[in-house]
């Protein structure tokens, strides 16, 4: 039986394809979801295309196929993605207009920093896949989305050409 990490959150179901391979349950269940989306890309083009399905059907289909997906790799760790988007949405919804864009960085930074620093107390050294590589990728586009919100309730007489571009109104 190939050993994985002991703090591996991500379902055991492939447990037999990882001993077969000889790979990490982790990286199993990784490729597996890798290629279950690229898979599932043709026909959600196909049958769910721009020109024949609202967009919010595209978006929650794809929202709920995500999220499956994340749990299937990364079990309870979701929470990690759940409450840092959360907390953002809520800066942005209630926080200062002036201040809520540098809100949601000094949060977003603070949170990714404070789980990096739990992974190397629970898992210093070792290489186990965990929740910590999406959580960098929603930092950088929390913290985007963040100053292309405050940058879309600015005049526009204020705002560079790329600022006004990636404004979000």
Not at 71 to 92: A, P
Not at 134 to 158: H, N, R, V, W
Not at 159 to 164: A, N, P
Request: hydrophobic letters at 40%; a neutral charge; aromatic letters at 14%.
């Amino acid at each position: 039986m190939v050993k994985t990490g002991e703090f591996y959150a991500g379902s055991g179901l492939m447990m037999p394809l990882a001993d077969i391979s000889g790979l990490p349950i982790d990286q199993v269940n990784f490729l597996i979801c890798q290629l279950i989306a690229l898979l599932l890309g043709a026909p959600f083009r196909k049958y769910l295309s721009p020109q024949t399905t609202l967009p919010e059907v595209r978006h929650l289909t794809s929202t709920l196929i995500g999220i499956l997906l994340t749990i299937f790799c990364f079990g309870y760790q979701i929470w990690y993605l759940i409450v840092q988007s959360g907390v953002c949405y809520l800066i942005m919804k209630y926080g200062d207009k002036n201040l809520q864009h540098k809100l949601v960085f000094g949060f977003v930074m603070i949170y990714m920093s404070i789980a990096h620093m739990y992974r190397q107390y629970y898992d210093y050294g070792g290489y186990t896949l965990d929740i910590t590589g999406p959580l960098m990728i929603m930092t950088q586009k929390l913290s985007s989305m963040a100053f292309a919100y405050y940058d879309g309730q600015q005049p526009e007489e204020k705002l560079s050409k790329d600022q006004s571009d990636q404004a979000i109104r």
